[in-house]
């Protein structure tokens, strides 16, 4: 029997990898596997079933969760809108995650018909030159600009995702002012975790902790101009510079822009830098359950046991949702309960998940002694 939730085991977002196919290759994805492996995706009927197991886990909260249809490229998926409108129905919030090269118009009408809160496309790059040097496709940035244009002209709300790295670091700004060009409602800044083909980039193009640094309180002055709803993913210890910065403060008395969907805010009260098993649940193409897309730690397969019991009852969850146990500097770091330290990179670089933050440059003052 499934116990009842606690307020540390709401599950807000999940992340599902719909198909293993993607058009592009780019050379930070966390896919290991090929178009080939498609056939592994799972079905159509054992997608509903997760749908209605995440749509009966979700009435038992006081908030529905969002359930991202993610890839590859979902857009790949034959029976994508069909299951977009099962989730839609049955009192879940659809949202798509998409590189925009397939959304044409013909294809923006059939986003803005299902009823999808929002969309995300990845622009990992100002110019075509950076962002087709990542996604290994000559004129996949022009094609992702006029995806994003298809998609306003529909009125559909999109973001823009970027995954910072060296090669890209320097065009944060200029990504940030087209997203506004745009007319992007929101910029989510992803910080590279080495899994997956990110491996072999983290090696020539992984920032170091000086530079996430330097990039967080970046972003902290481009959030405080309230432009633009901005959020860092996978940069955990943006909150505690937040902190530092005075922004937190702002936010908690004007009230948070930030989010996923429209009205779904992140700050209003304390939150949480990493979210692997905490808020967030990613269910890979084949079933398989992981904390969140960039920790490859297995805690099941929903065509095995019910989402619920996975959420509620692994262990490896379990143990991630309680800061006590986290290790290192971590560990005594005074902003334990509001970052947490990435998970997945801590798992990349000492292979065991509740490591010290491997790409945080701030000392604890309980550590320097």
């Known amino acids: 029997m499934t116990q009842r939730t606690s307020p540390n085991q709401v599950l807000r977002l999940l992340f599902w990898e719909s198909t293993i196919k993607c058009n592009l290759k780019c050379s930070h994805c966390r896919r290991i596997e090929s178009d080939e492996a498609a056939f592994t995706d799972i079905s159509t009927e054992q997608a509903g079933r997760l749908i209605y197991d995440l749509a009966e886990l979700g ?50 009408d059939l986003i803005a018909q299902s009823g999808i809160a929002r969309v ?41 995702n970027i995954t910072l790295t060296k090669h890209n670091a320097h065009q944060l700004n200029d990504v940030y002012n087209i997203a506004k060009s745009l007319g992007a409602v929101a910029v989510h800044v992803f910080m590279l975790v080495p899994v997956g083909c990110g491996q072999v980039l983290a090696e020539t193009d992984m920032l170091s902790p000086e530079e996430y640094e330097q990039k967080m309180v970046e972003i902290c002055r481009l959030d405080s101009l309230g432009e633009l709803q901005l959020k860092v993913t996978c940069g955990p210890h943006y909150e505690r510079v937040i902190r530092q910065n005075g922004l937190y403060r702002q936010r908690a008395s004007s009230g948070d822009r930030g989010g996923h ?25 084949n079933g398989d359950v992981f904390p969140c897309g960039y920790l490859p730690v297995k805690c099941g397969n929903i065509l095995e046991e019910k989402l619920s019991t996975i959420w509620f009852e692994n262990k490896d969850l379990a143990i991630m949702r309680d800061s006590g146990k986290l290790e290192g500097k971590c560990g005594v770091c005074g902003y334990r309960e509001v970052c947490g330290g990435c998970r997945g990179r801590a798992y990349s670089v000492a292979g065991n998940y509740m490591a010290q933050e491997p790409f945080c440059a701030y000392i604890p003052p309980e550590a320097a002694h």
């Open 59 to 108: 009435r038992g909260q006081h908030t529905m969760p969002v359930l991202v249809f993610s890839g590859g490229e979902p857009l790949c998926r034959a029976d994508l809108f069909e299951l977009v409108d099962l989730a839609r129905n049955v009192g879940l919030v659809p949202a798509l995650a998409t590189n925009g090269t397939m959304v044409d118009s013909a294809c923006a």
């Open 120 to 160: 995300s496309v990845s622009i990992d790059g100002a110019t075509a030159e950076v962002h087709d040097r990542l996604r290994q496709l000559p004129g996949a940035f022009q094609r992702a600009i006029d995806g994003i244009k298809n998609l306003h002209e529909k009125k559909i709300p999109f973001q823009i």
């Open 261 to 285: 969907v429209p009205g779904r805010h992140v700050h209003n009260g304390p939150s949480k830098g990493c979210l692997a098993g905490l808020g967030v649940l990613f269910v890979g193409h």
